[in-house]
């Protein structure tokens, strides 16, 4: 049976550079974001009820348009809710078609933005939370140029704050270098190993 791996980190953290990392070292990885892309794109399974519900966050083609989302969930907060309860059990439905597919690999990794918000580290054998500071962590959602800083401070609000999330995790790895993150998953895998072998 596999290790599952949880992999979560508040925006602008260096979750997705951690992932990578992570496959390049041979791990098969589920991406939260990525599965929603799909759900949002022209025909995938969420767009239909985001159509019925908020017909002006529909793009011409029919993928949904995120920034029209986001303007919406802006105005009335309570759109986030409406939409988690909408796309969570797409993207659970997803996660399990992968799980089943890895089932053979020695370690799996589930990378989730909400993974604690959520409640998917249950399903989880351990957890990575990655890391930097704030003022770095700012600079790089700001330098991104998708979004301003009310955008920014609202999804903020919308995260666990990361020092809980450091409280909760199994791993933490700071990105500050791409260097330092490499030899952190590299570590990290070694100690998985490790505790597999003496329960074996």
Not at 76 to 96: E, F, S
Not at 131 to 158: C, H, K, N, W, Y
Request: aromatic share 4%.
């Amino acid at each position: 049976m596999s290790f599952v791996l949880g992999l979560t980190g508040s925006i602008g953290m260096g979750k997705s550079t951690t992932a990578a990392i992570f496959a390049d070292a041979g791990v098969p990885v589920w991406d939260a974001d990525a599965a929603v892309r799909q759900l949002y794109a022209a025909g995938g399974a969420a767009t239909q009820a985001i159509a019925r519900r908020y017909p002006q966050a529909i793009a011409a083609d029919g993928s949904v348009l995120r920034p029209a989302l986001r303007d919406l969930i802006r105005d009335d907060p309570a759109v986030m809710d409406w939409l988690n309860a909408t796309v969570h059990p797409l993207t659970a439905q997803d996660r399990a078609r992968f799980l089943a597919a890895h089932a053979g690999a020695e370690v799996v990794l589930l990378d989730i933005p909400l993974l604690f918000e959520t409640g998917a580290n249950a399903a989880c054998d351990a957890v990575v939370v990655v890391t930097v500071p704030a003022d770095v962590q700012r600079s790089r959602v700001l330098a991104r140029g998708e979004m301003t800083e009310q955008d920014f401070q609202m999804i903020l609000a919308r995260q666990m704050p990361d020092a809980e999330k450091q409280k909760r995790a199994d791993y933490v790895i700071e990105t500050l270098t791409l260097d330092s993150a490499r030899t952190a998953v590299r570590h990290v895998l070694d100690d998985i190993r490790r505790k597999r072998e003496r329960n074996a």
